[in-house]
């Protein structure tokens, strides 16, 4: 692999070769298979880029290995490298990943996987019944619990906004990028979950959200600050504009969701929206 990381302006370029790995043929397949089986498994399947098609030459091959006891935390997942491939292993029971279904924070990331999960090994049969769940599965039973979740997880994150506040206050560059970027992952949390938008991989997390608020939206236009994404790369985005930037998120996914709000929830978030506006009177963003 060649790497060439060059700095123009404070614009920063990579280019990476691309690595040409060997095709994942049927043989390695049933190799990692035979290596995975054993009395406790019931299923396997494959899923990620190698299942639906779309993988580089740096993917990772995502198994995802079903067995009748719940296993320990600390076999749950592991990594492996197989003839320069990164592997992949989950490990859970059929009634875990069920579950996953019925909750709406969860569902989100696991409905899509499922769907285009490729069946490797499913000895009862009792994959293949999931799966055509997840293929008929609806939001709408959903909806209430979402709008909980979304409610609850803005009332929670109020304390957030002071922190950001803080920072900004006392110029901590430190405390400014690590609480922006965990809000920022927050929020898009919050959306995704109350819209249920169900997340195809990890790469199009981000790009679904926005997608589905409007790519000309306020919000989107915040959230991309904050990323560290600019259309117009004429000015630096520095912590500072980070720090406004994931505040005004926070008041754009409220406005967004304020119909949901909980009224056990809604007085305190709505006086953080107050708070910000006063804190920040004259500073804006672009």
Excluded at 194 to 209: C, E, K, V
Aim: glycine share 4%; hydrophobic share 45%.
């Amino acid at each position: 692999m060649a790497q060439q990381i060059s700095n123009n302006q404070d614009t920063w370029h990579v280019q990476l070769k691309e690595c040409s790995a060997p095709p994942v043929d049927e043989a390695f397949l049933d190799k990692l298979v035979a290596e995975l089986d054993n009395d406790a498994v019931r299923a396997i399947i494959l899923r990620g880029s190698y299942a639906r098609g779309d993988a580089s030459s740096y993917s990772d091959l995502d198994f995802t290995r079903f067995v009748k006891e719940p296993p320990e935390a600390l076999q749950a997942r592991r990594f492996t490298y197989r003839e320069g491939r990164l592997i992949s292993v989950s490990t859970r029971t059929l009634d875990q990943e069920r579950k996953r279904l019925a909750a709406p924070e969860e569902a989100v990331f696991v409905v899509e996987g499922l769907r285009e999960a490729r069946i490797l090994l499913d000895k009862d049969g009792a994959f293949e019944a999931l799966q055509q769940e997840a293929r008929a599965f609806s939001w709408e039973p959903l909806q209430a619990a979402a709008n909980a979740y979304a409610s609850r997880q803005l009332m929670l994150h109020t304390e957030y906004v002071h922190k950001i506040l803080r920072a900004l206050l006392l110029h901590d560059e430190f405390a400014l990028s690590e609480i922006a970027l965990e809000l920022l992952f927050i929020l898009t949390d919050v959306v995704v979950v109350q819209r249920g938008i169900l997340i195809r991989s990890g790469n199009t997390y981000f790009r679904q959200a926005e997608e589905a608020i409007g790519r000309d939206s306020a919000w989107t236009h915040y959230h991309r600050l904050v990323a560290g994404i600019k259309d117009d790369s004429s000015q630096a985005i520095t912590n500072e504009i980070r720090g406004v930037a994931v505040l005004r998120l926070y008041q754009e996914t409220v406005k967004l969701l304020r119909s949901i709000l909980s009224p056990e929830h809604r007085d305190v978030v709505e006086e953080s929206m107050v708070v910000i506006d006063r804190a920040l009177a004259d500073e804006q963003v672009s």
